[in-house]
């Protein structure tokens, strides 16, 4: 400096400068403390507000761990429950397929044990069927038989009547009626019958012929008596069976 009063000049300007500089660093301290309370109040808020989540957090985190426990116990005892009904149906299947397989081997001895039955009725049943149809042409052949020792009697009976118009002719011609009669029988009678019989000679004793005559029909009676006590029961209706 040349004189004091440019030093003076120079320090008032630089005193001035750090003054405006002063004033403009406070300014900015200002706005920066101005700036530095809204963001605490700010952050406080935030803080607040963080702490009062995670306040309900904590307490919905507390409040799901209550129910996860409460959700594991009924787990654990739904699980327990579980294997306790399926050993149960572990043990009703075992019980009811051992009935089954009873079941079945019972229903297979009954059907065949039917079945044997049925073959034995049905054995039997033919059986009975061959001795009714036995019994039947048995039948049939007792009443052919009867129907011709009925012819065979007729027939004597007419050869009686012959033989006594025959005996009555000695003392006059016999009646035409009776003859006719005795002819027309002696035609219609059986096959086996339709030859005359040697005993009815015209020639022969008439006592003789008479005895014999009487001989045959008491023999022929004795024969139809012997049949129709055979007959008799075949005529009856045969029992029923059951099938």
Not at 45 to 50: G, N, P, R, V, Y
Not at 228 to 238: F, I
């Amino acid at each position: 400096f040349t004189n004091i009063n440019e030093e003076l000049a120079y320090y008032k300007n630089r005193v001035t400068e750090l003054e405006e500089t002063l004033n403009q660093t406070q300014a900015e301290l200002d706005e920066v403390q101005t700036s530095a309370r809204d963001f605490e109040e700010e952050l406080l808020k935030e803080l607040e507000q963080s702490e009062k989540i995670h306040k309900e957090l904590r307490s919905k985190n507390e409040s799901l761990k209550i129910e996860v426990d409460e959700w594991k116990q009924k787990f654990y005892q739904a699980k327990s429950e579980c294997n306790v009904t399926a050993t149960q149906l572990q043990r009703e299947i075992d019980t009811l397929q051992s009935l089954k397989d009873k079941f079945i081997i019972k229903t297979r001895e009954a059907a065949k044990s039917s079945l044997q039955d049925l073959e034995n009725k049905y054995n039997k049943a033919i059986e009975r069927n061959a001795i009714l149809e036995n019994e039947l042409e048995g039948k049939n052949q007792l009443i052919v038989q009867v129907q011709r020792l009925k012819d065979e009697l007729r027939d004597v009976n007419i050869e009686l009547a012959i033989m006594k118009n025959k005996e009555d002719g000695e003392y006059g011609p016999p009646p035409t009626s009776t003859v006719a009669a005795a002819r027309k029988s002696t035609k219609n009678s059986h096959s086996t019958l339709g030859k005359p019989d040697a005993s009815l000679d015209p020639n022969s004793n008439p006592v003789k012929m008479v005895q014999e005559m009487v001989g045959r029909v008491k023999s022929l009676e004795a024969r139809l008596v012997s049949c129709r006590s055979l007959v008799t029961p075949l005529l009856a209706p045969p029992p029923s069976y059951s099938s």
